[in-house]
Every structure is written in structure tokens, then in C-alpha cells.
């Protein structure tokens, strides 16, 4: 029974091959969606990386590439940078260190509270599913895994510079609409939950994103029709009188 059933395949894979070298025979259709995408994004972002209770306003940048094995599944890495000023309160500086009314710890200046240069990265790899039903839009859910880093600056009232550095996971839950211009070009907006763990604390952040896709888009193989020209019809002789 097994040799008679890898007798059948190789006969029935044998077959394919022959009439994939027929003459004429038309190429299996390329699939209808894009292998490749790149999308490039401004990013806007509300987090309490510091756990401050107070909610900054970050500007920054985000890009992926995503490469789709299905119509509706696409893999995708994601990094995105995030910029900006954090409030932090004066009476708990946390993660800052607690002046000690010297300047070996860190003495927040005058103020309910102290700004500081937050910087935040994010490097995430994850899945995305498009809905492909409509040619105008094409709406997408996403879910996205990897690091998230923080860095913090900030001056105390002696003018030194302090520096607080965290990193962990990362985790990202969103949707988004891409408005199709053409086959290859379309516009994205997009918001995500974004969950960071900093300084041995969980934060909840929102980023939403705004920015052009470019995609990759597959041409139609030649046949032999399309390299050999028709030969003209023969002309009908001219009817005697």
C-alpha cells in the first residue's frame, strides 16, 4: 500500500512539473496582497514612564518592516523612539536618589516639581492581521512583544546633571487603518497600548502614529504568448470577376 501510494505521488508530481513546461500554460497567479511592507511614522506618545502619577507628552519617531506569509497574517519588527520632558515630584524623586542636603544625592530645584529629558526606545517583533475585503481602506489588528529602555536627565538646584537608566519588556496591543493611494503606496494611522516595565514597575502609555507605507508589489509573469507574436492572419484573395 505505501509503494503503491509513492508510486501515485511521484507520478502526480511528475505531471505537475510536465505541465508547468507546456507551452502556453498559464503561471499559477501571483497572490494578492504584498510580501513586503515598510512603514515610516511620526509618533506621538502619553506615558508615566517614572510612575510620577503625571501623564507627559512625548514626540518621536516609528518604523517597521512586516513581511505577510497570508492574506491576513504579517510578521513585523518595530522600533520606534519617543522624546520628551517628564514631570517628577520634588518631595519624591523617585528613581532619582533623595538629596541629603549635601550634593551627593539629588536636590530637586525650587518647584512642586522638576522636569526631566526622557528618552524612550522600543525594539518589538510581533503579528499583525489586515482585513483585505476592501480596496479603499484595509483595517488591521496587532500584537507585539520585545524591550523598552528609558533614559532620564535631569538638574538638581546645584546645576549637577543626574542620569536614571531602566529597561524591560514591552508590550504592545493595537489596531490601525492603512487608506490604500495605490497598490503600492498607502497612508497609516494607527494607536497602540503601550506596557512598559521600568524600574521594577509596570507603567501603561498610549502611542498613536501617523505615516506612509510602501509596499512591494508583484508583477505578472510573461508567458510564452507574451514573448512570440501572433502571426497576422493570411490575407483573403481578391474575388474574380
Known amino acids: 500500500m505505501r509503494r503503491t501510494l509513492g508510486v501515485m505521488a511521484i507520478v502526480a508530481s511528475l505531471s505537475a512539473i510536465a505541465a508547468a513546461q507546456i507551452p502556453g500554460t498559464a ?18 506618545g502619553r506615558t508615566d514612564l517614572f510612575n510620577s502619577g503625571d501623564t507627559a507628552r512625548l514626540n518621536g519617531w516609528n518604523g517597521s518592516a512586516a513581511v ?9 519588527f518595530e522600533a520606534s523612539g519617543l522624546y520628551g520632558n517628564s514631570k517628577i515630584p520634588s518631595g519624591v524623586p523617585k528613581p532619582f536618589p533623595i538629596c541629603g542636603g549635601t550634593q551627593d544625592g539629588f536636590c530637586p530645584p525650587p518647584g512642586d516639581t522638576f522636569n526631566v529629558n526622557t528618552k524612550l526606545y522600543n525594539y518589538l517583533f510581533g503579528a499583525q492581521l489586515p482585513y483585505r475585503k476592501w480596496g479603499s481602506i484595509t483595517p ?16 538638581d538646584k546645584f546645576g ?4 536614571e537608566v531602566s529597561g524591560g519588556w514591552g508590550l504592545v496591543g493595537g489596531a490601525g487603518v492603512d487608506f490604500n493611494v495605490n497598490p503600492r503606496f498607502a ?7 503601550l506596557q512598559t516595565r521600568m524600574f521594577d514597575q509596570k507603567q501603561a502609555n498610549l502611542k498613536f502614529t501617523v505615516g506612509i507605507v510602501v ?8 508567458t510564452l ?3 512570440v507574436p501572433s502571426e497576422p492572419a493570411p490575407e483573403t484573395p481578391p474575388k474574380q470577376q
Open 27 to 44: 503561471p499559477p497567479p501571483p497572490p494578492k496582497y504584498p510580501r513586503f511592507e515598510l512603514y515610516g511614522a511620526y509618533a506621538y
Open 68 to 76: 505577510n506569509a497570508a492574506k491576513w497574517l504579517g510578521f513585523l
Open 160 to 163: 549637577k546633571t543626574f542620569a
Open 140 to 155: 488591521f489588528g496587532e500584537v507585539l512583544f520585545g524591550h523598552s529602555g528609558v533614559r532620564g536627565e535631569a538638574r
Open 187 to 193: 497612508v497609516r494611522v494607527k494607536a497602540d497600548y
Open 225 to 227: 504568448e507574451d514573448e
Open 215 to 222: 509596499r512591494s508589489v508583484r508583477k505578472k509573469k510573461r
